[in-house]
């Protein structure tokens, strides 16, 4: 428990960030899972406004990529990214165990996967379009402020009130390259991470291009990528070999040029969002 007692104290050297009284929330609610801790719902002592609470098990290893996240939320605040508010911790009564929280904005726990696996068949290209467009935006946001996602895939997307939000800057991604668990985010990752004489690559705003374009993929078909295929090191040597998912059938031209590469979808959007929709 060596991190977690130096949390706090860690988190004050690097940024100056709010620490929230965790006897000051109220209806808290499990909403959900991630990769790194559990999701809450949950309202604040003197507000009506929803937050989301995010559990982690803190470790040496954890401690220092979330002080890297809390330091990058800092910085960025946009409408399609989940603010990041501060921390909080809980004891346990009986163990007096502490559980630290990062205490964020509510943005419901619709990823972008299941908003299309749940919905996909009532979406117009119109509203195909308007989600590309949001993500395409905010990484454009992103980048010109020199900033790299590093970690873009659609469970990590949220979807709330047809607004999209991004959330974990690479982190879920960084701690499970930290701890060697295996990644089921291969079919986004940026290819020349995958090859053997580039094991120190760094992902970088090609990175998230590459990224963005199977997101756009997905969009127009609805499914995650390689769907029926194992996320190993198999898939990953293929992708490097150049293997793609083929465009869907009836996907509108101008939209399939967007994620093939034959536009500048960070340019081409603002034409096409108004023009084909």
């Not at 690097?14 to 929330?25: G, H, L, P, R």
């Not at 996240?69 to 009564?93: A, S």
């Not at 940026?190 to 970088?204: E, G, R």
């Not at 990175?207 to 499914?223: A, K, M, T």
Request: proline share 2%; net charge positive; charged share 25%.
């Amino acid at each position: 428990m060596q991190a977690a007692d130096n949390l706090n104290e860690s988190i004050e050297k690097a940024i100056s960030i709010k620490y929230y009284e965790y006897k000051n929330f109220y209806n808290v609610e499990k909403i959900g899972n991630s990769d790194s801790g559990e999701i809450y719902r949950t309202n604040l002592k003197n507000s009506e406004q929803y937050f989301t609470l995010k559990s982690f098990d803190f470790n040496d290893i954890t401690m220092k990529e979330i002080i890297h996240e809390l330091e990058l939320h800092h910085k960025i605040v946009h409408r399609n990214i989940r603010q990041l508010f501060g921390i909080t911790e809980k004891v346990n009564e009986d163990s007096q165990i502490k559980k630290y929280l990062l205490v964020m904005e509510y943005a419901g726990d619709n990823t972008l996967q299941n908003y299309l696996k749940e919905g996909y068949k009532n979406l117009t290209w119109e509203n195909k379009y308007k989600l590309a467009y949001q993500l395409v935006c905010t990484i454009s946001w992103l980048h010109d402020k020199g900033i790299v996602h590093g970690g873009l895939n659609s469970s990590n997307i949220l979807v709330y009130k047809n607004i999209i939000k991004l959330t974990d800057f690479g982190l879920s991604k960084r701690i499970k390259e930290a701890s060697n668990q295996k990644s089921d985010i291969i079919p986004y990752i940026d290819p020349k991470k995958f090859a053997i004489s580039n094991k120190t690559y760094l992902l970088n705003k090609k990175s998230d291009v590459y990224s963005i374009g199977v997101l756009l993929w997905e969009i127009s078909s609805g499914q995650p990528p390689f769907k029926d295929e194992i996320y190993d090191a198999n898939l990953a040597t293929q992708i490097l070999q150049g293997y793609r998912e083929k465009i869907v059938p009836n996907t509108l031209i101008n939209y399939s040029n967007l994620y093939i590469g034959k536009f500048n979808f960070f340019l081409q959007f603002y034409i096409l969002i108004y023009n084909n929709c």
